[in-house]
Structure formats: structure tokens, C-alpha cells
């Protein structure tokens, strides 16, 4: 039986994948409208899945807290559920599970990620803006939404192991969409071309290198190449046992393990009073790691299992550590 979150993060893909369906369309003019809107949507799913995945799969993880008015003037000390009109629980929306995932689980996330979105966000906010009229606005959202595919993959990747092997993973070049190198047209209104400029200025900053994991942007260059030398190297995906393996497996295990050396030592820090990272907390996380229920590591290549270890941790290992330290109030 599936997890929540890991049912969540199927539905964080099935939402990116309508994104790509729809850009990747020969004839389609709502294109970086409805790419932006979808892909966002994605993230803020796949966001939530991992808030769930660290905090044992508790929807209320994800909930928006409050304190209210009491009938004397004063604010409740207690936090309660915010709710909507419709009396249900409003959730955190995408930066803030973004963010979170960071302050309260000490999760590791490149900051392009977040540059990215931010980015992706003011595109979807001023979408109803938009209008194709140029190559200024597609070129600018490929280029972002190349990067937050990217981005995307490997973490949903590294988080919950899918195996996107059949699948498409990229925005079609602008030349096969039904895009000339050159649009004449209604030129963009004030108010797009703020868009515009602001989008340009944004991406200019990127700091990402070659080689980084995530990024702000990326550009598209498309070049073709007759080749006619029959020993050129072919890359063909498949499910042959005796192949090399490049693909991320073992789902289980990083439900079963998903907190690494930081998170866990931020959730400790967010549990207790008294908890200090020193050396007594190193002796007792070491005698917990003998037991397989709390600890398992994890090699860079999990067969031939070399490289260094990477330690990872169940969330039950805090019922351990209660008998050390005390909770908060």
C-alpha cells in the first residue's frame, strides 16, 4: 500500500506531466500560461510529499496554524487549524513548504531551486497578462521551465526514487512548436514588458555553474549533425538486467529512511528543551545506528557498494531519544 506521500508525489508528477503535454503541443496558444500554472502546482505537490515524507506522513504537517482572539481582546496562546469558507484546513502554499522543508527539517535543497520558482511563480501570477505575441516571453519561460524540470527530476529523484525512465523529461525547442526565429507583431504592452525586463534582469543574476545539480535558468541550443561514421556511440535506455545500471532505485528504503545526519539533528533540535549537539549526542545517535529499525547507510553506488556512506535515519529514532531529552510543551 502506498504511503501519502508518496501517493502525493504521484500526483505532483501526473501534474507535471499535463505541463509538458501541453507546451510540447505543435499548436497551442495559452502555452507558458498553462505551463507556468501546472508546473507550479507540480512543485508545491512534490514539496508537500517531502513535508510529509520527514513528518511520519501527517497531513496536518502541511496545515496553516493560527492564533485566535479570545473573547477577552486577548490572543489564544494556543495554535489552531486555519480554516477556509468551506470549514477545511488551508494548507501552506509552495515557498512556504519550500522554506519550511529548510527552518524545520533542515532539509538540503540547492538555492537555485528556490530562485527558480520565484521566478516560475511571477510568470504564473502575471499570466493573465500574457499573450504570445513574441519570442521575448516563450524564450524567457523555456529557459525557466528547462531548469525547473531539471531541477524537478533530480529531486524527485534523490526524495522518493521514481523511475521516470519512460518518460519524456524536456520542453520541445521552440523551432518545433510552430515558432519562427522571428515574430512581427503587437509589440508587449507596458505591463509585459515590465514582466519581460524583470524576468531578464532575474535570470541575469543566476550564480549557478556547469556541473551544479539545480539552476535558475537554462538555455537551449539546438544544433544538427549528419554523421555517417557507423562505429559513432549509441545511448539506448533499457530494462536489461546485464546492462549498466544508471537509474535510482530502492523506494523502500528511503521511505523507510528519510532523514539524513541533518534533518535528524534539526528535528531533535525542534523537539527538545534541553538538546545540545555535542559529544553525549553523538554517543547516543552511534548506539542507536547499531539497531536496523533507527539506521541504515546508504553507498554512492548502493551494488558494488563503494564510495563513502551516507547515513540515514528512521523518524522512530526519536522515540529513543525521549528517554534522553525533554519535549517541549
Known sequence: MKSRSRALADKSLEAMLAALEIYNKPRYDYREEAFAILATNAWELLLKARIMQLDGNRVSSLYVKERRKLASGKTSAKLYVKRNRADTPVSIGLLQAHDRLISDYGDTIPKAVRDNLELIVEVRDNAIHFMNKGMGVAKLV???????????????????????????????????????????????????????????????????????????????????????????????????????????????FRQRYPWDYRILTTRLKKRYEDFIENNEYH???????????????????????????????????????????TKKS
Not at 524536456?170 to 515558432?179: A, E, T
Not at 536496523?292 to 547507510?297: I, P, Q, V, W
Not at 557498494?305 to 528512521?314: N, V, W
Open 142 to 252: 523555456q529557459e525557466l521551465g528547462t531548469a525547473a524540470l531539471r531541477n524537478y527530476v533530480y529531486l524527485v529523484r534523490t526524495w522518493f526514487a521514481i523511475d521516470l525512465e519512460s518518460y519524456n523529461f524536456y520542453l520541445m525547442p521552440l523551432v518545433f512548436v510552430g515558432q519562427s526565429s522571428h515574430v512581427d507583431a503587437v509589440s508587449l504592452n507596458a505591463d509585459e514588458r515590465k514582466v519581460v525586463d524583470f524576468l531578464t534582469k532575474e535570470i541575469a543574476k543566476d550564480q549557478t555553474r556547469t556541473g551544479d545539480v539545480c539552476s535558475v535558468a537554462l538555455r537551449l541550443d539546438l544544433k544538427f549533425q549528419r554523421s555517417a561514421d557507423p562505429s559513432a556511440p549509441k545511448v539506448v535506455i533499457t530494462n536489461d538486467p546485464s546492462a549498466t545500471p544508471v537509474s535510482l532505485s530502492e523506494e523502500d
Open 283 to 325: 554517543k547516543s545517535r552511534r548506539k542507536f545506528e547499531k539497531d536496523k529499525r533507527f539506521y541504515d547507510e546508504r553507498y554512492l553506488d548502493p551494488i558494488k557498494k563503494t564510495g563513502q556512506p551516507k547515513r540515514f535515519y528512521s523518524p522512530s529514532i526519536q522515540l529513543e531519544f525521549d528517554k534522553i531529552y
